[in-house]
């Protein structure tokens, strides 16, 4: 590494090939562990319709290049990739946010434990294996722009950001908030025409990504569409807050059939909220634990199942098991609102451990804006940036399906970044 480097990070040379060591001590452990298979594996091998592309084409990928050892490649870089990520984001927070030795490898190590079980994101054939690194890289070219003002960046960003989002859709605000931030920063010294179209390439970003996902499937389903789960994942708590009656309100009687069978199921199951007497989080609990029941095992399946009936197209059934659900969405969510507030409020606050560290995340957000439109600084920018990303996630896994750190663990490296800041500026005070 370059004096220049060492300098402008912090880290010393020492530190740099301890760091690199420990990847490769990782990367040697987590090879000679085995290729972890769960259901998602063979939905992305087989390229089930509802799959965004990313992990598919990198699966098929390896599998047509290295054949029986697709496995083991796979997560060979799946590794790779995250400690290029990990380096990554570890150097630019030491520079950016002058980070002491302690703190710089702390977040290290913070970044490094969702390769450990539970998780195990390098050797599970997942998703999150590529998303993980993806969304890091994604944070360190935000800072770059947001913090450096290197707007050049930009490319890098989009390039990542479409990678990831055709990975995981669950990170298509990313661009939005990027967007937000920064015309907070520039607001006070005026917008200049790169400016303007730095901003018109991030609000376009999303749109792009549904493009693509879309342009995908037509190839290889026959249909231009994007990811048709998200309605479909979105009804599993609708339909666990639902009642008998709610089928009153359905129309179409297709979809008032699908509801009757799968509330039936569940009604025998006892799983719905109204078999269950006590707090929303108590209520929650029999949610959080069986949402494959609920939908996979149930509505998806019994919808796959009675469209199919109607319509031979391969892969035409999913498309309206998703046209169901976005009909039976709001009509249930209208019926039942109270119930369905309390419980999605419950999600999000079994997400974050504790409803002292959501109210805290939420003030925050409204703190750091406040501190921002008064003066952008690094510091008020990281609060800001960091707790909505933080809220806006929380929100959308808690709407689109169940508060699981599968979901959630991208920001977690976020808390020692927010401690670090706030401390700092308590201790500036006093």
């Not at 010393?12 to 085995?34: D, N, S």
């Not at 290729?35 to 939905?43: A, E, G, H, L, Q």
């Not at 079994?350 to 008064?374: D, N, Q």
């Amino acid at each position: 590494m370059g004096t220049s480097f060492l300098k402008s990070t912090g880290i010393t040379t020492k530190e740099t090939y301890g760091v690199v060591a420990l990847f490769f001590v990782l990367t040697i452990y987590f090879i000679l562990q085995p290729p972890i298979y769960s259901p998602d594996t063979y939905s992305y091998f087989n390229a089930i319709i509802f799959r965004y592309p990313g992990y598919v084409i990198f699966l098929r990928g390896l599998e047509v290049v290295f054949k029986g050892y697709f496995d083991v490649v796979a997560v060979a870089c799946q590794l790779v990739l995250g400690w290029i990520a990990v380096f990554t984001l570890y150097r630019n927070c030491s520079s950016i946010f002058s980070l002491i030795l302690w703190q710089r490898l702390f977040l290290v190590a913070l970044l490094i434990v969702p390769y450990f079980p539970p998780l195990s994101i390098g050797n599970n054939l997942a998703s999150e294996g590529i998303s993980y690194p993806l969304y890091l890289l994604l944070m360190s070219f935000s800072f770059d722009m947001l913090f450096i003002g290197k707007y050049k960046r930009i490319l890098h960003f989009s390039i990542v950001f479409l990678t990831l989002t055709l990975t995981r859709g669950q990170f298509i605000v990313v661009s939005l908030i990027l967007a937000f931030a920064l015309i907070l920063k520039e607001r006070n010294q005026g917008f200049k025409k790169k400016h303007v179209v730095y901003l018109f390439i991030l609000l376009a970003l999303p749109v792009i990504s549904k493009i693509a996902d879309s342009t995908y499937r037509k190839a290889v389903h026959g249909f231009f569409v994007a990811t048709p789960f998200s309605y479909s994942n979105a009804l599993t708590l609708p339909l666990y807050v639902s009642k008998a009656s709610d089928s009153s309100k359905i129309e179409n009687k297709d979809y008032r059939n699908l509801f009757v069978a799968s509330y039936k199921t569940l009604d025998s199951l006892g799983l719905t909220s109204r078999h269950v007497d006590g707090s929303a989080s108590e209520k929650y609990k029999p949610f959080h634990e069986n949402v494959p029941i609920i939908f996979n095992q149930n509505y998806h399946k019994k919808g796959g199942a009675y469209f199919l009936k109607k319509d031979s197209i391969p892969d035409g059934n999913i498309l309206s098991v998703e046209a169901a659900s976005k009909t039976l969405l709001p009509i249930l969510i209208k019926n039942n609102p109270t119930e369905y507030r309390n419980l999605y409020f419950a999600g999000m606050i079994h997400g974050f451990k504790s409803v002292v560290i959501l109210i805290f995340v939420v003030l925050l957000v409204f703190y750091s804006l406040w501190e921002t439109f008064r003066n952008f600084t690094r510091s008020n920018g990281l609060l800001l940036f960091s707790s909505l990303l933080l809220l806006s996630n929380s929100m959308l896994v808690a709407f689109a399906s169940h508060s699981i750190a599968r979901y959630l663990f991208y920001n977690y490296f976020f808390a020692l970044l927010i401690g670090i800041v706030l401390f700092r500026k308590i201790t500036k005070k006093i």
